[in-house]
């Protein structure tokens, strides 16, 4: 029995209809724009009244600091633990490192986590929160996570690089790869085969090894 089937039906029904805003929202708020898609429309393609939205949400930016909160929590997720990361370094090598910690970010994807992530790629320029969001998250902490993986992966024997280029080159290699995960979430809209993208992402990694393990 799943966990909802052990909640009152009444309540059930309020689950599923603020999944459903959560959902419906992101889908708008990518492929319209933020700004341009009012609580009705988001009403009228669920089907229900206007005023149904605020019983889930206090306004439609409550929607998407939930939105923003949400991915936040997936992203981090995504990322391998400390003591995951040990255990990866124990067997396997630099490359496939770098291609698991892809592989396993990928798995995170879903098509809510991909319209939020266009949501934030182009609210970014007009929306102080997506900016502060996409720089801490995706530019400051995602480059802080690299540079952990690579010094331990110095520490372990499996990259020879010097110590202050390090943070140098996690700052690259997660710049490289921002840029593919946009071309990726456009890939997902039809604008390019997603697999192709996914082959570059790995060719970056097997890239940026060869700095890491060259002297």
Do not use: C, W
Not at 58 to 83: A, G
Not at 169 to 191: D, T
């Amino acid at each position: 029995m799943s966990p909802k089937e052990n909640i009152p039906l009444k309540r059930r029904r309020g689950i599923e209809t603020q999944e459903k805003i959560f959902e419906t929202a992101a889908n708008l708020f990518a492929r319209d724009g933020y700004d341009n898609v009012p609580i009705r429309k988001i009403a009228s393609v669920i089907g229900i009244k206007e005023s149904s939205i605020y019983n889930h949400f206090d306004s439609k930016s409550s929607i998407l600091d939930n939105l923003f909160e949400y991915f936040s929590k997936e992203l981090l997720k995504s990322r391998p633990t400390d003591e995951e990361l040990e255990s990866m370094m124990a067997y396997l090598s630099a490359e496939e490192i770098l291609k698991n910690i892809i592989i396993r970010m990928g798995h995170q994807n879903e098509k809510v986590l991909d319209h939020i992530a266009s949501i934030i790629f182009v609210e970014r320029f007009r929306n102080t929160q997506a900016a502060k969001l996409y720089f801490k998250l995706i530019i400051e902490e995602q480059s802080e996570f690299y540079s952990k993986v690579f010094r331990l992966m110095k520490e372990k024997g499996l990259a020879v690089l010097p110590e202050d280029d390090i943070n140098k080159l996690a700052v690259q290699y997660n710049y490289v790869l921002v840029a593919l995960a946009n071309e990726y979430a456009m890939a997902k809209n039809g604008l390019a085969e997603p697999l192709d993208i996914v082959k570059k992402m790995m060719d970056t990694a097997s890239f940026f090894v060869q700095k890491l393990t060259k002297g």
